[in-house]
Every structure is written in C-alpha cells, then in structure tokens.
C-alpha cells in the first residue's frame, strides 16, 4: 500500500506535519525529489524540527526512510542536519538511506544559483541552495551523482574544489547508499510513504513556469523519484491550507491586497507564521484558491484532499475563497498556462460564515462547527474529491482523520 503525499498548492502547505502524523503507520518513509530548498516543521512533544533533506519520518524511533533517486543533495546540509537529529536524542543512524543514483550539489552551484536569477529579465527569486543548478547539470548530463563517487575515472575529471569539498564526506555517504530501486522491489507489499517537496503548482511541467522549483513535484514525479513503477502508487494525498501562500515570485491570483487589505493580510500571515523554514522570507498570503486546487487535484490523480491550518480562520466572521477568475471580463474556471493571463486574473470569491470558536480541540469530523463542515464540504464538491485528513493546530495531536490512507480497499470509497 503505497501513499504519496504532495503540496497541492504552492509549498509549505504542511506536508512535513502530515508525513510526521501518517508515517506512525507506514513502514518506510522515501523523499522523491529536491533538496535542501524545501523546509518542513515539525512540532511535537512540544519541540520543534526544521527538516530540509531528511524525510519526515525520521522522528519515530523504528522508522527508515530513504533519500530517493529524484532528489539533489548538498552533503554539507545533509551531516549538519543529522547531527541536529543526533544533539535532539534522534539516533538515525542504521535508518537513513539514500539513493546511489541522488545527484549531489557541490557548493559552487549556490553562486551560480544566485548569479542566473540576478541576470534573469524576471528573478525567479530562487532559493539560492544551489537546487536549480544541480537539476539543471542532471539535464545536461554534467552531474555528478552518489555513485560516482565511487567510478575512479569520473572522480579523477573533478575540478580540485569539489573533491576537497566531498572528500570528508565519502566514507559517511558510502556507508548510506542503497539501490533504492532494489529495496522498493524488496518492500513490495509494505506500507511506503512517499513525500514530495514543495507543490504542485511549482512543479516544471505543471506548474506557474517558469515561476516553479526545478524539480519534481507532481505525484507523478514520487514514483520516478523513488525508484519504483507508475502502478506501485496506491493513493494520492493533496496537502492543501484553508488559505492559500506563495513564496518568491510568480502568478498568485489571489493574493490579498496589501493595500486594501492589509489586515487581514497581516492577520493571516501572523496567526498563520508565515514565514519560510530555510529563508526566514514572509510568505505572500491570500484566499484559498479552487481554481488552482482542482487542476492540482486532476493534474496528479489526488484521491484524498488534507486540509491544514483551517484553525488560522477561527476569529473571522466571515471567510471567502475564489471559485474562478475574472480575466479580462471573461469567467474562467480552469487553470490558465498564460502567466500574463494569471497576473490579470481576478479572484471571484464565494462567501462563507466564520465559526468564530477555536478549533483546538476538534479530534474529529463531527467536532468540527457546522460552518467548518459546510467550508470542507463545498471544497470537496468544487474539487470531486474528499477531504479526508483535517489539522486544526501545528501539533501532530491537533489533527484527525476522516479516513485512513494506509487502508486496504479504500480505493474504492471516498471516506465521507
Ligand atoms: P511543508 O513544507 O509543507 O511541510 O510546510 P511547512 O512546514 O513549511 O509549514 C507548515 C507550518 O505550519 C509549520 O510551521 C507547521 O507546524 C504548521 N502547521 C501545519 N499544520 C497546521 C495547522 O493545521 N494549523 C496551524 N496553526 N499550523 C499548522
């Protein structure tokens, strides 16, 4: 039974928190694709982790989770990260894997990372980890990957700074690297959790290109990116917030009016700490976008919807969120290519009561307040698709379930 959990937005959606809640069921947790651009919190015991490689599984104590095919990695952020494990009492070693075939970031790629974004017409405002560049060698066959560390011949073509750069670091990665594909093959059966980075709508293909993340981060891209087969994936879970955030630039058609509406914008962002995990940057804050979601829910087979942060909603009397965009005058309710088409586009929005009570301690669906369910329950008519993982809090204890991905037969029904 093999679950993949994507961002059905623009990232930071919460899917950190959610691998976290999930992987106390799954056997193996594999990331499929980035590097250590993304950033997942994690809150709990009341401690929090700020995780960027290592897969979000890692803080259950049995669990192995596995660095995948699909992903970049920096060794430098990869030992800095575990050795924070290690000083929080998390003791990984024997547990973390990692893809003989991951691309490796060698420093170098942050300067030219920074260097194409400051030249480009119109900055992505990339994350300057070096990502863009590293998937960008892959594509040009110029990368240099976990096992080829260990190809003589290729060893001896690096420049002097990236062998004194991975020098220290060989014996460690050597000890980590698997065949990924083999222990999937070896794993069938089992319950595998697959987590990508940051969302769907930053994916290179189906995403605001080129305002996306060079990796991918469609559901498509978690079987690829762990080594397995389109037909191993079982189910697809759509992480999404009641609101919706995009860091850096790129179309973001409903955004709110930093003038006009700059309470509530700073409302949100506050209540909701919107602030990145690897930049600090304030992330750009607006209503939930359905547009956006359906084409992400059709765009990646999405067979459950998760919901986070509706709790960031409960002081309002009123919620909105957008069911099309007026582009020029036209009403439109699929998801525009057109970049110039999405920066004009403007929010229809459709209005919803406030439940003015906090969330808290709503432990399941019927918890919920009356104008909570009928907020969940026309997003799950707009998209065709259930919402079935609900948080109302950043604890892993503030979130329950409608129904449980991991179980058998559940393809079939939609948990409502
Ligand atoms: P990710 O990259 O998708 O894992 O998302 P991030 O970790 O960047 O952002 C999610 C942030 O929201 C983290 O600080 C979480 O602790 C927090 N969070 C997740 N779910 C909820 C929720 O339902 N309510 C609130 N208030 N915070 C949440």
């Known amino acids: 039974m093999n679950t993949v959990v994507i961002g059905a937005q623009w990232g930071d959606e919460g899917k950190g928190k959610i691998v976290d809640y999930l992987a106390s069921s799954a056997d193996v947790i594999v990331r499929y694709s980035g590097g250590a651009n993304a950033g997942h919190t994690i809150v709990t015991g009341g401690k929090q982790y700020a995780l960027h490689l290592v897969p979000s599984g890692i803080l259950y104590p049995d669990k192995t989770v596995y660095l995948g095919m699909g992903m970049v990695i920096d060794p430098a952020a990869l030992f800095t990260e575990l050795a924070m494990l290690k000083e929080n009492g998390i003791d990984w070693e024997g547990r ?8 490796l970031v060698f420093p170098r790629y942050r300067e030219i990372d920074k260097k ?12 300057g980890r070096g990502i863009g560049t590293a998937y960008s060698m892959k594509s040009e066959r110029d990368g240099i990957r976990i096992a080829d560390l260990f190809w003589k011949e290729k060893t001896a073509e690096l420049d002097e700074a990236d062998r004194a750069f991975i020098a220290p670091y060989i014996e460690r990665l050597e000890k980590m690297k698997v065949d990924i594909t083999a222990e999937m093959y070896r794993l069938k059966g089992k319950k595998i959790l697959l987590e990508g ?13 080129p305002y996306v993340s060079s990796g991918m981060s469609c559901a498509s891209g978690a079987p690829v990116g762990a080594g397995m087969g389109p037909r191993d994936i079982d189910r697809v879970l759509g992480v999404f917030k009641a609101y919706s955030t995009r860091v850096g630039n790129g179309p973001m058609p409903t955004e709110f009016n930093t003038e006009t509406q700059s309470e509530l914008y700073h409302y949100v962002r506050e209540t909701g700490r919107e602030y990145g995990v690897t930049t600090g940057r304030p992330r750009r804050c607006g209503y939930l976008d359905l547009v956006a979601l359906r084409y992400a829910c059709r765009t990646n087979s999405i067979s459950d919807l998760v919901l986070t942060h509706l709790d960031i909603y409960d002081e309002l009397d009123g919620i909105e969120a957008c069911v099309a965009y007026d582009i020029d005058g036209k009403i439109v309710t699929d998801f525009p290519a057109d970049i110039g088409a999405l920066n004009k586009a403007k929010p229809v929005l459709e209005q919803f009561k406030g439940w003015k009570t906090s969330l808290k301690n709503c432990r399941s669906y019927a918890d919920l307040p009356e104008q909570a369910r009928s907020y969940v329950e026309f997003i799950e008519d707009y998209c065709g698709t259930p919402v079935n993982i609900i948080s109302v809090g950043y604890e892993r204890s503030d979130t329950f379930m409608r129904l449980d991905p991991f179980t058998r037969g559940a393809e079939h029904g939609n948990g409502l």
């Open 197 to 209: 980075a940051q969302g769907a709508l930053l994916d290179l293909d189906a995403g605001t290109y």
């Open 96 to 103: 973390v894997f990692i893809s003989d075939r991951a691309h």
């Open 116 to 127: 194409r974004d400051s030249e480009r017409k119109h900055p992505i405002g990339t994350t």
